[in-house]
Nanobody, 122 residues
Framework: QVQLVESGGGLVQAGGSLRLSCLAS????????MGWFRQVPGKEREFVTA???????YYADSVKGRFTMSRDNAKNAVYLHMNSLKPEDTAVYYC????????????????WGQGTQVTVSS
């Protein structure tokens, strides 16, 4: 059974930082691209960043220069370092795994975590 478990969300002031983690189990982790998406109520899930099997990274324009994604295949984990956070970054952040090259598309991912809330106060 595949499980993705996110952690590290919370409340932070604008300009602050957070690090999200996603631990995966039940899959051959190194064979999967991993992505982070976010969602606010009433809106579609939005691509944030993704990392390929070979650690190539892709970022939404809204987070470029502020967020950094990394992976540790030995730990079956991905991380999202978020700096210079803004109130508009407030959302539930989801980790996803997929055997895809279309990493910016949510419907290309096979497995999803339960999400972790990030709230940025102004």
């Amino acid at each position: 059974q595949v499980q993705l478990v996110e952690s590290g969300g919370g409340l932070v002031q604008a300009g602050g930082s957070l690090r999200l983690s996603c631990l995966a189990s039940g899959l051959t982790f190194s064979s999967y691209a991993m992505g982070w998406f976010r969602q606010v109520p009433g809106k579609e899930r939005e691509f944030v960043t993704a990392i390929s099997r070979t650690s190539g990274t892709y970022y939404a324009d809204s987070v470029k220069g502020r967020f950094t994604m990394s992976r540790d295949n030995a730990k079956n984990a991905v991380y999202l370092h978020m700096n210079s956070l803004k109130p508009e970054d407030t959302a539930v952040y989801y980790c996803a795994a997929g055997r895809t090259v279309l990493m910016t598309r949510a419907n290309q991912y096979e497995y999803w975590g339960q999400g972790t809330q990030v709230t940025v106060s102004s």
